[in-house]
């Protein structure tokens, strides 16, 4: 994928220069770039000279003189240039191969770039690492990078990622640890596979890595009532129970919110998360919701009788009855929690970001509430679309609800600023 604009900051160099969507940033400096480290490394100079292939086909070439540390301003379709480095594996418990046909092509792409994960924190497994890669790295200093690592038994892990350079997972790390490349680790704990002792091996040679270690997320294998038969099976009580004792021999090693949902244990202060290094992966997520909740002080009353309604997922539901607790001592304020069950890929999945349109409906369109709060993280970054396809207009003409979208899902500020405004 070129260098695609896709918009332009308000006030930037690029809107002075009339850059505009479509347009294609062809080279910087006459070099070519592959990816987002590329175009951050050529902004660091205070003249430039950009070659530009505008929406009708002419090419521009524009010298800009700027700060040194001064961006354009433009916001590009993809974070690479290039083509994507693809994932390799056939994982196990590979959420992707749980999926029905006829959802949105993005959620079947599998990718395994180190690019991404530097920009962006997605997880990369290190199957497809070669010396180019490690050359790029090292000269350019990037990290820190987030590894899906599961296990460091090099047989158990070719093993769950299907992948025969699956067990060079260790020695790779190893690498990154000689060349200070500090990265987060991940483990999808799979029970009767990558637990118990196996779990408590990988910690261990974690552990030995020290500081090039940032964090270590543990965090359930999803299941879905589309998966394959196999040899998978769902974390119980006492498996969650039992990783979080082991975890907690570890420095840097958190389990996600839903192991501790699992083991009927509370959600651990903030000081178990540390930097809540790893909210993506749901390893603090609840915590640090609720502790900024506490932050925000409360009207008395609001101005009318008004009815709030909190569609959620199962894993937020404590959480925010907790939270409806304390906005029900507002005067003329009713606030419920709907959890939404997912009829759709089924009862084991109980977070937001996998909730359909058809279930948010069913959950909400028999309560009488005056405004639904969802998160945003239910919809496509920068949409209101669905995984499914459809949009929150589609909802909200086959609930008859009004929806307020909480944009930071770990803040409930935006929440209690709506309520002030009642």
Not at 115 to 126: A, C, E, N
Request: with cysteine.
């Amino acid at each position: 994928m070129p260098a695609i604009v896709n918009s332009v900051l308000e006030g930037s160099i690029a809107q002075e220069l009339e850059i505009q969507k479509g347009d294609e940033i062809i080279s910087i400096d006459g070099v070519k770039m592959l990816d987002m480290i590329d175009y951050n490394f050529y902004m660091k100079s205070e003249l430039i000279t950009v070659e530009i292939k505008k929406t009708n086909g002419e090419i521009e070439e524009i010298e800009i003189e700027k700060d040194y540390d001064e961006d354009l301003g433009i916001v590009f379709e993809s974070a690479v240039f290039d083509r994507i480095k693809p994932c390799l594996n056939h994982c196990i418990f590979c959420f992707v191969d749980q999926q029905p046909k006829g959802l949105r092509d993005t959620l079947y792409i599998k990718d395994d770039d180190y690019r991404l994960s530097y920009l962006q924190g997605t997880y990369i497994t290190l199957t497809n690492f070669n010396d180019a890669d490690r050359e790029r790295i090292k000269r350019m200093h990037l990290g820190p990078f987030y590894v899906s690592v599961h296990t460091t038994n090099p047989e158990l892990r070719v093993k769950m990622l299907r992948n025969p350079n699956a067990g060079k997972c260790l020695d790779n790390l190893k690498w990154f640890r000689a060349n200070g490349i500090p990265f987060h680790a991940q483990i999808v704990l799979c029970p009767g596979i990558n637990d118990g002792a196996e779990l408590d091996r990988t910690l261990s040679d974690l552990a030995k890595l020290k500081n090039t270690v940032l964090s270590v997320a543990i965090v359930p294998v999803g299941l879905t009532q589309f998966r394959p038969d196999g040899e998978l099976r769902r974390v119980d009580k006492k498996c969650a129970a039992e990783t979080i004792e082991i975890a907690s021999k570890y420095k840097r090693v958190c389990c996600s919110d839903e192991f501790f949902l699992l083991a009927g244990e509370p959600i651990p202060p903030s000081k178990y998360y540390g930097n809540f290094c790893q909210l993506d992966d749901g390893v603090g997520a609840l915590r640090m919701t609720l502790d900024d909740f506490y932050t925000h002080k409360l009207p008395e009353s609001v101005s009318k009788p008004f009815k709030l309604v909190f569609a959620c997922s199962y894993a937020a539901k404590d959480m925010l009855n907790e939270v409806a607790q304390e906005l029900n001592k507002i005067k003329n304020l009713t606030v419920e929690v709907h959890p939404v069950k997912s009829n759709y890929w089924g009862q084991d999945i109980t977070v937001a970001g996998l909730i359909t349109t058809d279930d948010l409906i069913r959950t909400v369109k028999d309560v009488d509430c005056d405004m639904v709060v969802i998160p945003s993280v239910m919809l496509r970054p920068y949409s209101e679309d669905f995984l499914d396809g459809k949009n929150l207009d589609y909802v909200k003409e086959h609930s008859n609800k009004n929806f307020f979208v909480q944009k930071n899902i770990y803040s409930l500020k935006e929440v209690v600023e709506f309520i002030y405004s009642i």
